[in-house]
């Protein structure tokens, strides 16, 4: 815990600024420079090997459909076009990593309100249902519980149970609303904050750096 | 610096087209003082401490006339964080007031909110955090709380705000009566050393003789807040005592060598029960014990080790949706309970789904929904209900489904006297005359005690049955 890391907020722009130019990019190389680097800093993270693992092969169906349907149904350079396609899913999901698999949701969110402004309420609004989604699941069996109490069966397939859990969640929202405003939550206004990170000035350097790297290599080198 | 909160000429509605709530409501609160409110289920207990805590109109209902004024200032024109550090207020549903994971965060997000100084904010949740012996808990997640200890940690959230005026809605609705008296003495005594203004709404009111300056009560019949004498709170009757019965060895529902755990912590060490067909019991102990658990485990929604027999039978090798319409689990939260947007909704789908409709027959339901009090509320949205109102249907719609074995989790939480007796009455009546096995938690005592024929208390993780050798 003690290795220094990238500041949360840098991350985010890291992974907007090149993530933009994967969808305009034409090249399978920088798609495989991005998996590379941005798998060295996962490791350099120690993040769960696992966890990594298990997401790339969530991830395969997508790749492999893609890289298929251009083979069998593209025209022109397919399996260029393919392999574009193929590499920029996983492209796309391990720059996702580097900032949801190294830093919890609540550093990534009170990181960017410090830095980059974003709006407390955003911040609150997006941390409180996060904070809700394992009362969702559990709602989700309560529901299900309780029709079989009365006699009535709610398969997953039933959308009485997802109005059930719509309604519910509505329900805690306006609950949590009122609670937050007594609590003196005031949307737009100053708060106190206490939460802090290092964000020393070379990190954004590095930032631009990496996006204009990505530039270059894609739009102006392009190779492969 | 003084302090004044005052409601002139008030008429407030939730709907435009329906009667008001209040009418010409006039009202100052006396400062520096401990106050409690008390009135039957859904007569806008929780209502008049949201609109003078400025939450109403801006969530809920019209203001059709009348202001309500903080320090001489209209208390919805003031903005929220300032607000706060005047007016604070508990809620009476413990697990919707957390906007954070654990307690310390919450606790630093609501100091946060009222810019407290950054440097102190720590100081000042572990101060509060101490004082209220939650300190154990705090980074603990807040869902994985027991519902008592979640109003703890909401009371310290209000607590760490200071703010002079505190309005507490039901706030022991979940608390044992031992924890219940600790906190009443707290509060007291904070209110006389920072020269604080407590406002409670509570449905029991025993034990505030000698703690209470003013007692007021929402008259329904002229839509105001009265003052009542004092006297009316030393005036109660003796708790009594439950009545030793020898109780017939019919039992069909037994747990044999039953354990658990919540995380690393064993909640019940192997225990062996069984409860009689036709009476009524009450399962007690204190606060985070684990009665809700151990209902979760009865009802099949919580893993638990050893057997649980109905007619002999292991209920192991029945299915879910079977043991549901053998166990039926009366949840703390009533809206947990509810499947269907309308009361008459619930109703319906109860009344057609009963296991014993021969017995609630359309008169019989009718008559109950007279009696609980329901009658105007069959075409409203269920979660539209008053807290009361909402326990009342919950156990209705439970009671029409008439399963052998029926388990209420606080039933009566936020219920005042009379209806409490009214359920109580109907909970009993269906028990014998469908020779039910019925458990109930309540922390409530008074007026339940006389009509129980046996109680269970879960103490050091196992359960014994009072009154046994």
């Given at each position: 815990?003690?290795?220094?890391?990238?500041?949360?907020?840098?991350?985010?722009?890291?992974?907007?600024?090149?993530?933009?130019?994967?969808?305009?990019?034409?090249?399978?190389?920088?798609?495989?420079?991005?998996?590379?680097?941005?798998?060295?800093?996962?490791?350099?993270?120690?993040?769960?090997?696992?966890?990594?693992?298990?997401?790339?092969?969530?991830?395969?169906?997508?790749?492999?459909?893609?890289?298929?349907?251009?083979?069998?149904?593209?025209?022109?350079?397919?399996?260029?076009?393919?392999?574009?396609?193929?590499?920029?899913?996983?492209?796309?999901?391990?720059?996702?990593?580097?900032?949801?698999?190294?830093?919890?949701?609540?550093?990534?969110?009170?990181?960017?309100?410090?830095?980059?402004?974003?709006?407390?309420?955003?911040?609150?609004?997006?941390?409180?249902?996060?904070?809700?989604?394992?009362?969702?699941?559990?709602?989700?069996?309560?529901?299900?519980?309780?029709?079989?109490?009365?006699?009535?069966?709610?398969?997953?397939?039933?959308?009485?149970?997802?109005?059930?859990?719509?309604?519910?969640?509505?329900?805690?929202?306006?609950?949590?609303?009122?609670?937050?405003?007594?609590?003196?939550?005031?949307?737009?206004?100053?708060?106190?904050?206490?939460?802090?990170?290092?964000?020393?000035?070379?990190?954004?350097?590095?930032?631009?750096?990496?996006?204009?790297?990505?530039?270059?290599?894609?739009?102006?080198?392009?190779?492969? | 610096?003084?302090?004044?909160?005052?409601?002139?000429?008030?008429?407030?509605?939730?709907?435009?087209?329906?009667?008001?709530?209040?009418?010409?409501?006039?009202?100052?609160?006396?400062?520096?003082?401990?106050?409690?409110?008390?009135?039957?289920?859904?007569?806008?207990?929780?209502?008049?401490?949201?609109?003078?805590?400025?939450?109403?109109?801006?969530?809920?209902?019209?203001?059709?006339?009348?202001?309500i004024l903080l320090n001489g200032q209209e208390i919805t024109d003031i903005v929220p964080f300032e607000r706060a550090r005047h007016v604070a207020m508990l809620f009476q549903n413990?697990?919707?007031?957390?906007?954070?994971?654990?307690?310390?965060?919450?606790?630093?997000?609501?100091?946060?909110?009222?810019?407290?100084?950054?440097?102190?904010?720590?100081?000042?949740?572990?101060?509060?955090?101490?004082?209220?012996?939650?300190?154990?808990?705090?980074?603990?997640?807040?869902?994985?709380?027991?519902?008592?200890?979640?109003?703890?940690?909401?009371?310290?959230?209000?607590?760490?705000?200071?703010?002079?005026?505190?309005?507490?809605?039901?706030?022991?609705?979940?608390?044992?009566s031992a924890s219940r008296l600790v906190i009443l003495a707290e509060l007291k005594q904070m209110q006389i050393a920072q020269h604080k203004t407590i406002f409670i709404s509570d449905?029991?009111?025993?034990?505030?003789?000698?703690?209470?300056?003013?007692?007021?009560?929402?008259?329904?019949?002229?839509?105001?807040?009265?003052?009542?004498?004092?006297?009316?709170?030393?005036?109660?009757?003796?708790?009594?005592?439950?009545?030793?019965?020898?109780?017939?060895?019919?039992?069909?529902?037994?747990?044999?060598?039953?354990?658990?755990?919540?995380?690393?912590?064993?909640?019940?060490?192997?225990?062996?029960?069984?409860?009689?067909?036709?009476?009524?019991?009450?399962?007690?102990?204190?606060?985070?014990?684990?009665?809700?658990?151990?209902?979760?485990?009865?009802?099949?929604?919580?893993?638990?080790?050893?057997?649980?027999?109905?007619?002999?039978?292991?209920?192991?090798?029945?299915?879910?949706?079977?043991?549901?319409?053998?166990?039926?689990?009366?949840?703390?939260?009533?809206?947990?309970?509810?499947?269907?947007?309308?009361?008459?909704?619930?109703?319906?789908?109860?009344?057609?789904?009963?296991?014993?409709?021969?017995?609630?027959?359309?008169?019989?339901?009718?008559?109950?929904?007279?009696?609980?009090?329901?009658?105007?509320?069959?075409?409203?949205?269920?979660?539209?209900?008053?807290?009361?109102?909402?326990?009342?249907?919950?156990?209705?719609?439970?009671?029409?489904?008439?399963?052998?074995?029926?388990?209420?989790?606080?039933?009566?939480?936020?219920?005042?006297?009379?209806?409490?007796?009214?359920?109580?009455?109907?909970?009993?009546?269906?028990?014998?005359?469908?020779?039910?096995?019925?458990?109930?938690?309540?922390?409530?005592?008074?007026?339940?005690?006389?009509?129980?024929?046996?109680?269970?208390?879960?103490?050091?993780?196992?359960?014994?049955?009072?009154?046994?050798?």
């Open positions: 815990m003690n290795r220094k890391r990238i500041n949360p907020a840098v991350l985010v722009i890291i992974m907007l600024g090149i993530g933009l130019q994967i969808t305009f990019a034409h090249s399978v190389f920088t798609n495989i420079g991005v998996i590379i680097i941005t798998c060295l800093y996962l490791s350099y993270c120690k993040t769960s090997s696992k966890l990594l693992i298990l997401t790339s092969l969530y991830a395969f169906p997508l790749a492999l459909g893609s890289w298929w349907s251009f083979i069998a149904f593209g025209t022109g350079d397919v399996w260029h076009i393919a392999w574009i396609y193929a590499s920029r899913v996983y492209a796309y999901l391990y720059l996702g990593a580097i900032v949801t698999l190294t830093v919890p949701i609540k550093d990534i969110l009170l990181s960017l309100a410090l830095h980059l402004n974003l709006s407390s309420t955003f911040v609150y609004g997006l941390l409180a249902s996060f904070n809700l989604l394992g009362r969702i699941k559990s709602q989700y069996k309560t529901i299900r519980y309780s029709a079989m109490m009365r006699g009535t069966t709610y398969h997953f397939w039933n959308p009485n149970l997802y109005l059930r859990i719509i309604i519910v969640a509505l329900n805690w929202s306006q609950d949590l609303a009122e609670a937050m405003t007594s609590q003196g939550f005031t949307e737009g206004a100053q708060r106190t904050l206490t939460y802090k990170d290092n964000l020393p000035k070379w990190q954004w350097g590095l930032a631009a750096l990496l996006i204009l790297l990505y530039f270059i290599f894609s739009f102006l080198v392009r190779p492969w | 610096m003084s302090i004044s909160l005052k409601v002139e000429d008030l008429t407030f509605t939730y709907s435009k087209d329906s009667e008001p709530i209040f009418d010409n409501l006039d009202f100052t609160l006396p400062i520096n003082s401990f106050n409690l409110l008390i009135g039957p289920s859904g007569s806008g207990k929780s209502t008049i401490f949201k609109l003078m805590s400025g939450l109403y109109p801006q969530y809920n209902g019209t203001k059709k006339s009348g202001r413990p697990s919707r007031q957390f906007a954070m994971k654990t307690v310390f965060e919450q606790l630093v997000f609501a100091l946060e909110n009222i810019q407290y100084p950054a440097h102190l904010i720590t100081k000042k949740a572990t101060t509060v955090l101490n004082n209220l012996n939650l300190w154990q808990f705090k980074d603990r997640v807040l869902q994985t709380l027991s519902g008592g200890e979640q109003q703890r940690v909401a009371l310290a959230t209000i607590l760490a705000l200071d703010s002079p005026i505190i309005f507490l809605d039901e706030p022991f609705a979940n608390i044992d449905h029991d009111i025993s034990n505030y003789a000698g703690l209470v300056n003013h007692l007021y009560e929402i008259k329904l019949s002229s839509k105001n807040l009265l003052e009542l004498p004092l006297s009316k709170l030393s005036k109660l009757p003796n708790q009594t005592k439950i009545v030793k019965k020898n109780l017939p060895d019919n039992a069909a529902f037994s747990w044999h060598n039953l354990s658990f755990h919540i995380g690393e912590r064993l909640l019940l060490s192997p225990n062996s029960l069984s409860i009689p067909k036709g009476y009524v019991g009450l399962l007690s102990g204190d606060n985070g014990i684990g009665k809700s658990t151990l209902f979760a485990a009865l009802a099949h929604q919580k893993k638990y080790s050893g057997n649980i027999f109905y007619n002999g039978k292991p209920s192991e090798k029945i299915r879910l949706n079977n043991w549901a319409k053998i166990v039926a689990n009366i949840f703390q939260n009533s809206s947990d309970q509810f499947i269907k947007l309308r009361v008459n909704e619930e109703l319906e789908l109860s009344q057609s789904n009963s296991l014993h409709s021969e017995y609630w027959t359309a008169k019989r339901v009718q008559d109950a929904v007279n009696k609980l009090n329901l009658t105007h509320v069959l075409e409203h949205v269920n979660y539209q209900l008053s807290g009361g109102q909402q326990k009342k249907l919950q156990a209705l719609i439970i009671l029409i489904m008439s399963q052998p074995v029926m388990l209420f989790d606080e039933p009566f939480a936020g219920l005042d006297i009379s209806s409490l007796a009214i359920l109580l009455t109907l909970i009993k009546q269906t028990t014998k005359d469908l020779d039910s096995s019925t458990l109930i938690i309540s922390h409530q005592r008074r007026g339940v005690i006389e009509h129980i024929d046996y109680e269970f208390l879960m103490r050091a993780q196992t359960i014994t049955r009072l009154g046994e050798p």
